[in-house]
């Protein structure tokens, strides 16, 4: 199974700024063996395009951050997948954090961009994770089994298991500098790798469980030898390409 180093840049950078650091990352993972990886790159939906064109290296794609779950339509500010695929990009984040805590999205809507997106022929990382209260509530293992659930029901059949990627991102870690521990990491991965054998069955064992939060390139080897780590997901870390790289490298 290849791991995947993947890049959330949030809303950050234009299309030029797009252009700079893709450039500098195009030089700067030249040299690097990616054979056995593959890189995502989640720019702003403004950047699509250009990010698609820019990006000279056969192991790396681009994706976007978000989709809305219909071909086409009076959905004032929202992306359909087919314009997603038509700006060159074969990845889709459905469930960051951010969206689920600061624009509301629940668990069924979550589920819908999934479902939606893989059904159109993109790619998905579905991204779950507790916060602080639910884990030190105890609610841990319900929470990822709640989001898992409704995140991958109805997922159309078949579905080849590279198509389908789950980051597990605690809240708490993300954008906070605090790291999970490596006990954390692998606690939770575990009951995720658990999860999803009762949901896929056997291609649970092929589908890849990346970590995200506060990973930089002092931690990143270390989290990528855990146990059910597959990859890793990077939000601050990968906005400066000489940083990417070195965690692309780790
Ligand atoms: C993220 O945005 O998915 C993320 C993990 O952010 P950070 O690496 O900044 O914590």
Request: proline share 4%.
């Amino acid at each position: 199974m290849k791991k995947i180093i993947a890049a959330n840049w949030k809303m950050f950078k234009t299309s030029e700024e797009t252009i700079q650091t893709l450039t500098e990352l195009n030089t700067l993972t030249e040299n690097i063996p990616l054979d056995n990886k593959e890189i995502l790159i989640f720019p702003p939906f403004t950047s699509l395009e250009v990010a698609a064109k820019i990006v000279n290296n056969p192991y790396i794609f681009i994706g976007a951050q978000d989709l809305y779950p219909a071909k086409e339509g009076a959905f004032t500010g929202e992306i359909s997948p087919t314009m997603i695929l038509a700006c060159g990009a074969k990845w889709v984040l459905t469930g960051h954090s951010e969206r689920r805590h600061i624009i509301k999205e629940d668990n069924a809507l979550v589920g819908q961009k999934t479902i939606f997106a893989l059904a159109s022929g993109l790619n998905v990382v579905a991204c779950i994770g507790e916060t602080l209260e639910q884990r030190e509530e105890g609610n841990l293992y319900d929470v990822l089994a709640e989001q898992l659930q409704q995140t991958l029901a109805k997922l159309p059949t078949p579905l080849s298991p590279e198509r389908l990627v789950i980051a597990y991102e605690p809240v708490w870690a993300i954008g906070t500098g605090k790291t999970a521990s490596t006990e954390d990491i692998i606690e939770a991965h575990t009951i995720i790798r658990e999860l999803l054998k009762n949901i896929l069955g056997v291609s649970a064992m092929q589908t890849r469980i990346l970590y995200g939060g506060s990973v930089k390139p002092e931690n990143a080897h270390e989290i990528l030898s855990l146990d059910n780590v597959d990859g890793l997901l990077v939000g601050g870390a990968s906005l400066k390409a000489d940083s990417f790289a070195k965690i692309i490298s780790a």
